[in-house]
Each structure stands twice: as C-alpha cells, then as structure tokens.
C-alpha cells in the first residue's frame, strides 16, 4: 500500500472516529472543527494517490494436451465415443474465510480497495456522517420555530398562578378563563374570565399572566378563548399550593436537574426530540400507577443551561439569535409533555449567555442584554416575583423554604484590587442572608439553589467556574448555613452527580445534591471530583465498647474531612433527583432522595434532619373550616386574602 492511499485510510478513519465523538459522545468545538479539515484532507490524499488496479491474474501452464484437435476446428469438447458425458471444468475454490472478512476490514478501516463498490461503499459512509454532523451544527439557526403556541404554568403560590401563553399573531389578543376542577367531569363548574392577553412581536408573542384570589391546596383549570369566549386551546390542570401560614408538616415531591440540548446522543430525523423530558413523562406520569402510593411531583427546578447558545456553535449575539433557541426547545414534543402538566421554576447559568459567562454586574456588557430578554421572555417571567428585575428569587411550599440564586449575573472575579471577588453581589447576599433567618423559624427544610456546584471538590475548570473560585464568600455563608439546621443546596452544571456533606464541629451539617444532565453529554472517561477535602474539622464519634460492666459508648473526637463525598455517579445522558419531603413528624423530619439515570432509578438515600419547631400561625384560616370558605366563596367574598 502506497504513502498516499495509507494516509487517506487514516484520515477516513479518523473522521469517523471524531464524528462518532462529535453526534454521540461529547458535541465538542475541537471536534466540530476538526471535522472538514480531516474530511477535505482525506479526499485530497485520494484524488493524489494512484489507484489501486485489480490483482493481475498468474497464468498458469496447462499440460500439452496429446488429443488431437477437433475436425471442425473448434476448442470444444465433445462427447466420450462410448456414450458417457463431457467432465465440466471444476468451480473454483471456496473463499477462504480470510477473503470473506476482508471487506469488513475494508469497510471498518476505511482501507483502499480495487472493489469499486467498497470505495464507493466509504465514500458514502463518510459522506453521510458529514450530512449529520451539518445538520447537527446548522439545526439551530434553520429550525425557527416561529409558529410556535404554547401555554404553560409557572409561579404557583396557595391563592395564585402565573400562565405563560405565546401566540404568534400580530396584535392578537385572547381570554384566559378558568375555573375550580370537579370530580363530576360531566357537570364543571361554569368558566370564569381571567386577565386578558395581547401579542406583540416586542415580547416575541409571549404574554405572561397572573392569577390571584386562588384557593389552597385547590385543583384548578385554565384554558384559552376568543373574544366570543369560545375555548380554543386547553383544558390544562393545576393545583394551588398548600397555605405554608397553616402548616404542621407536609408530605411532597419535586425534582430537579440542569442541562438540555435537543437532539443528543443524535438521531436522523428527531431534531426537536429531548429524550431526557421523554423519560421524565414516562417517569412521571406512568401508564400504570405505582404499588406502593407515593406523593405526586408538584414541580421541577431547572437549574440552568436550558439551552445552549454555543453548541455545538455559537448562535450570535443578537435578541432573535437567543430566542429562536428558546423557541426551538418548546416546540419540542418532548418538552410539551411536561410543561402543560408540571409548573417549572427556571434560573440560568453560563449556557443561557455563553460558556463560562461572568456578568461583572454590568448589564449593558454584551451578550447579556439579548441573552436575558429571550430568558426573561421565555422562563423568568413566570418565575416567582423579585425585587425590581432581578432573577434571583424565593417561594416555600407548605413548611419548605426554596431561594433560588443567581450566580452569573453579579459575579466579579478575584483581582488586586479585591482579592476575595463576590459571586453573588452585595444586595443579592444580604437577601439570601435575610430569607436564612426567616426560614429558620418557619420551615423544616431549607433549599438553596445554586446553578454551579457550592463543593471545591471538582476540579478542571469547576476551580475558576464555581463557587471554588470564591473561597472566602463561599466560606461566609457556609458558616451561617451550618447555624441553621437542614440546610440543603441543589446544583447542577457539572454533568455528574454528587450528594455531598459539609461537616463542622458543635453545629448543623450541610448537604449538596448536584444533579446533572438532564439531557446532555456526560464524561465517559474524565474524573476530577475528589472524594474528600485536605481540610479537615473536629468531630464527636461515639463507638459501643464491651467492658466488664457491660457496653457502653465511647466517644472521642477524631478529624473528619470538611467536605466529603456521600455518592458519586458520572456516567449518564439523562439524570435527574426526586426529592422527597415528609415533615408530618416534625420531630423526625425525612429528606429522601433518589436518583434516576436513563431512566432507571439508580440511587436512593434518607436524609433524617433535626427536630424543628414551627412558629405557629394565628391566621384566622385555622380556625375556619372549608365548608364555611365554600360558603364565603359562593357570595363572592375572598376568604383567601385573610388568611
């Protein structure tokens, strides 16, 4: 085999190797753009080298025959003169199992061959793979999705609801009507007219609406009409949150993961499918109900990335740029399954910008004025209401306190000038620090979400990209996290998980659960999550000793790293964490975890917090019963806004 063919059989294999990486494994830039230089150089190396002609035939001596030559002069053998039949020439040998597996090797190992058919047969191969790899990269500016409608539910509270609706007419306008839910499907309670919406292209047809003056813990419907009031879209169901003023435990559940791109690991032809939300609906909402009776998922954190401007290229800084792309994943039937169904409550990380974005606090700093209008379009608004524009924000659910942080837009690295940096700004801590003292009195657990892991035990670029990179903030607040008990933080980013513990000494652990993607690359081969910090605390050990007056407990003090992790899992495309909250025995309130990989529940883990006690409520609805509400409700009075 001559130097230019070898080089080309390289090349080809090569390509198919960085392209399998490219659609399956990892949507990388090197590989993207590794990609046409390894194809343009393969077909350069074959359009040079000499082809390669079929193997020359030896020419084997046959034995002079001693039979004369036919009269009429024809080679052709004739019959035995006593009757018996000419002998036909033998077939030709078997292909030896060498010569059948050749073409396997040919076609594998992108070999030369005289075989026209093979040549052609790696022509195309490689020709396909780069049809894929091109609609992979241009798929997210062809794909407009500008016909998109959709309605969804965001904010949920005990008396209200935000409903997002895009409708792409111009000047459109349309009637939300809603009313409660009834058990006799035949017979619903008559419609009630919401908040009108009007559709204008400033806001890319997305009208966000609230609705107030809701029941607790109450099944509702919502559905879309005309001006004649005649539905044209829904019904969709809901139900209001438990009022936490009245709370004496609860018993609920939600999940929580980070990371969507459409179409990863990639398939021909399922441009919009994200199979991470396919397997989320099936999880969800199964075809046969469970055995064993479980809470229901009342909603679902998005911690971040839900898209991704720069892969597997960057879109462009420009307001339509970022929103096609927000329009592209709700088009997506995938997602659709769950966002007509389950209230999402999102915050971004550095995907929604670009990788790796630092806002500096300065809002006029490209990209982030397109980036943040298609985030505040699409997913913001229905988030719960913040101070001014802010997106940092938080709710409770019954006696749960979530604050979901924003650890992009205000964070200012390390530099001479101020060593420590800041991740989250001086006004976005001291609200995260007011709501801690708040919650410490009124709820059981405390969730803190944090779009980048709050752990220094990743390594690689987690250094410089997570809450590592600010040790002397990160430490602040871990130490008030640690004087309040049950403290939890939810995080995602790092495509992996982790459940990780944060000890200290005479104070209240703390625990991170780091759940990523939802649907997205993971890393098959790279590790570097360190199992424990160098950093060490004191802490208690009690150990039953046999001595001759019996058992008893011996307890000594013993160093215990400052941060250790509980359970890792790195590999899978698709994962996502179900927490579990059972309060009812305040004494013994239960964090129960599980983790869901592909689909497939993987993991499981019982947090048991500390004995808590609520501040009790002097709300008038303790003492009011619902059959008396029913009644206040029927005369068109709002109980709900004194209570």
């Known amino acids: ?95 030896t199992r060498q010569e059948q597996d050749q073409w396997y090797r040919t076609i594998a190992l992108s070999l030369p061959s005289p075989s026209p058919r093979l040549r052609k047969a790696n022509l195309a191969i490689n020709a396909l793979l780069a049809l894929m790899a091109l609609e992979f990269t241009l798929t997210p500016f062809l794909d407009t999705a500008a016909d998109l409608s959709f309605s969804r539910i965001g904010a949920v509270s005990a008396d209200s609801v935000k409903i997002a609706v895009r409708f792409p007419t111009v000047n459109a306008t349309a009637q939300l009507l809603f009313r409660e839910q009834k058990e006799d499907a035949e017979n619903p309670n008559p419609w009630r007219s919401g908040p009108s919406l009007v559709f204008s292209p400033e806001t890319d047809f997305v009208h966000t609406v609230k609705l107030s003056g809701l029941w607790p813990n109450t099944l509702y419907e919502y559905a879309l009409a005309d001006e004649n009031r005649t539905v044209t879209s829904g019904p969709f169901a809901f139900r209001t949150f438990p009022d936490s003023r009245l709370s004496t435990g609860s018993r609920f559940r939600f999940v929580a993961s980070s990371c969507v791109i459409p179409n990863f690991p990639y398939l021909p032809f399922h441009a919009r499918t994200i ?59 995938s997602f659709k399954k769950i966002y007509e169904r389950l209230p999402i409550f999102h915050t971004y990380d550095d995907h929604e910008f670009k990788n790796n974005y630092i806002g500096f606090g300065n809002d006029s700093q490209p990209p982030f004025p397109s980036a943040s209008d298609a985030f505040k379009i699409y997913n913001a608004d229905a988030n719960y209401d913040s101070v001014g524009d802010q997106h940092y924000y938080s709710f409770r659910y019954d006696d749960a ?27 976005q801590l001291a609200a995260l620090h007011s709501w801690l003292a708040h919650a410490n009195g009124t709820s059981s657990f405390k969730f803190i979400v944090s779009s980048v892991p709050f752990t220094s035990l990743w390594g690689h670029d987690a250094q410089v990209d997570s809450w590592a990179a600010f040790p002397a903030e990160k430490a602040a607040l871990l130490e008030a996290l640690h004087s309040v008990p049950n403290v939890v933080i939810i995080s995602g980013d790092r495509h992996e998980f982790a459940a990780i513990q944060y000890n200290t000494p005479h104070m209240h652990p703390v625990y ?20 424990q910090s160098e950093e060490t605390v004191p802490a208690n050990r009690s150990e039953l000793v046999e001595t001759e007056e019996g058992p008893v407990y011996v307890t000594e003090t013993v160093q215990v790293p400052k941060e250790r992790v509980l359970k890792y899992v790195p590999l899978g495309n698709v994962k996502w964490s179900t927490f579990e909250i059972d309060s009812r025995d305040l004494n013994r309130p239960v964090l129960r975890l599980e983790l869901v990989i592909n689909g497939k529940t993987k993991y499981q883990e019982e947090l048991v917090g500390h004995p808590v006690k609520l501040q009790a409520s002097n709300a008038l609805g303790v003492f009011v019963s619902t059959g008396i509400k029913d009644v206040f409700n029927r005369i068109g009075i709002k109980p709900s806004r004194w209570f």
């Open 1 to 95: 085999m001559d130097t230019l063919n070898l080089a080309a059989a390289v090349l080809s294999t090569l390509f198919r190797v960085v392209a399998y990486i490219f659609l399956r494994i990892i949507p990388s830039p090197i590989a993207r753009t590794a990609l046409p230089v390894l194809l343009v150089a393969q077909f350069t190396a074959l359009f040079l080298a000499p082809k390669i002609s079929n193997v020359p035939q030896v020419k084997v001596e046959q034995p002079e025959s001693k039979e004369p030559l036919p009269e009429n002069g024809l080679d052709v053998k004739q019959d035995d003169p006593n009757g018996a039949a000419a002998v036909p020439p033998p077939p030709p040998p078997p292909q």
């Open 401 to 427: 306190a979530f604050f979901v942080l924003d650890t992009r837009r205000y964070r200012v690295p390390a530099t001479e000038d101020a060593p420590a940096g800041t991740m989250l700004g001086e006004t």
């Open 275 to 333: 199979r991470g939300f396919d397997l989320l609906a099936n999880y969800l909402y199964p075809a046969t109900a469970p055995i064993d009776p479980i809470p229901p998922v009342e909603f679902m954190l998005f911690l971040g990335d839900f898209i991704y401007a720069d892969v597997p290229t960057y879109t462009g800084d420009s307001k339509e740029a970022y929103r096609r792309l927000y329009r592209r994943n709700y088009q997506s039937k």
């Open 512 to 531: 991170e659960y780091s759940t990523s993607p939802l649907s997205m690359f993971d890393i098959p081969l790279v590790r570097t999550l360190s199992m």
